[in-house]
């Protein structure tokens, strides 16, 4: 037949590694059923791109899509952005205001931060998980919800269901499905149809023709662990474009800045550790401060690379006296 076959995409997310391709199928297949679907992997892995594919992919397409990102809202705050509240709820609540349950009625809802959720909130939460009811801050009226509920998380939630700071019940219902981004470095495969692919929107949103890459510049790319995966990748082609000024970006336009040096410097601490007998926490420690050091002590970088928030990371410069 003169005709190639279509290309049949997996939604928006750009692959070429079999690890993505199986990941994309399941997540097709699983987008039609109401189940609920942790998103684990590293930042920048395509947690929050995924979570829309599956909305997007499944009969609850022309319903509401909602997130809820529960780093750095304090608990107060948060329970009363997920559930609502009623005028006079607490102080500054000068109107009743619907949550984030009520406003993705007949959709799909992202939690997004899970591992974030204090005690009390997931307690809260595991009542909609099984019930989806709840009721508002200071409300008496019970709500019904007809939600799907999906969370992702960078960190081990299994982690911290052992270490008791996540509630094991919440974790099981949240898991019913698992989908697991990898990270970057672990599908070095996928950085030429990402490029592309990025390159691409790039040029759609400053206007004008997509830019190549030069074969050194692709080879810098695809040498490269990213540590900040996706994201770190559209930023570092989002720079080389606007320094390439050209139709091609040559290499030295790559500017993949002081983490190139973390690889190496990151191998250093944990031999250094294990040379030493160092204990888990101790190599926690190392390697905290040695990241701290290679972003110049710009703690959003470090927390960045790190794969932890701001305020844990504060928690754990405190806890090991790291200025
Ligand atoms: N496969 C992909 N194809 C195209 N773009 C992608 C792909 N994966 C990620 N991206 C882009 O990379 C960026 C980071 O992705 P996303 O925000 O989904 O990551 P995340 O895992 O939710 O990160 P975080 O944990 O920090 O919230 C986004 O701009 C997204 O559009
Ligand atoms: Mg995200």
């Not at 059923?33 to 609850?60: C, P, Q, V, Y």
């Not at 040498?223 to 930023?235: I, S, T």
């Not at 989002?238 to 500017?255: C, F, Q, V």
Request: glycine share 10%; with cysteine; aromatic share 4%.
């Amino acid at each position: 037949m003169g005709l190639a076959a279509p290309v049949v995409t997996a939604g928006p997310l750009a692959h070429r590694s079999a690890r993505m391709a199986r990941l994309l199928e399941t997540a097709r297949r699983v987008a039609q059923s109401d189940a609920n679907i942790l998103l684990s992997g590293e930042s920048g892995t395509g947690k929050g791109m995924l979570a829309r594919f599956l909305h997007e992919a499944s009969a609850r397409q022309a319903g509401p899509f909602v997130t809820i990102t529960c780093a750095n809202i304090p608990g107060e705050l948060l329970e009363s952005e997920l559930f609502g509240h009623e005028k006079g709820a607490f102080t500054g609540a000068t109107d009743r205001r619907a949550g984030r349950f009520e406003q993705a009625d007949g959709g799909t809802i992202l939690i997004d931060g899970v591992s974030e959720l204090a005690p009390a909130v997931q307690g809260k939460l595991l009542r909609v998980v099984q019930e989806r009811a709840f009721e508002r801050l200071a409300g008496t009226r019970t709500l019904r919800v007809d939600v799907r509920i999906l969370s992702s998380t960078q960190v081990d939630l299994e982690a911290l269901v052992d270490a008791g700071t996540f509630r094991k019940d919440l974790y099981y219902r949240l898991n019913v499905i698992r989908l697991e981004l990898p990270p970057l470095r672990d599908r070095l495969e996928d950085v030429p149809v990402l490029a592309d692919h990025l390159l691409a929107d790039i040029a759609r949103r400053r206007g004008g023709a997509a830019q190549r890459l030069a074969p050194g510049a692709l080879e810098s790319l695809e040498r490269y662990e990213w540590p900040g995966n996706v994201r770190e990748l559209q930023n570092v082609l989002e720079s080389a474009a606007i320094l390439a000024d050209g139709p091609e970006i040559p290499a030295e336009a790559i500017r993949t800045g002081g983490s190139r040096r973390e690889g190496p410097a990151a191998r250093a601490v944990v031999r250094e550790a294990f040379e030493a007998g160092a204990t888990l926490e101790r190599l926690e420690e190392m390697y905290i401060r040695e990241i701290l050091r290679a972003t110049r002590g710009n703690r959003t970088e470090a927390a960045r690379i790190l794969g932890i928030n701001r305020k844990t990371l504060l928690e754990k410069r405190k806890r090991y006296g790291i200025p």
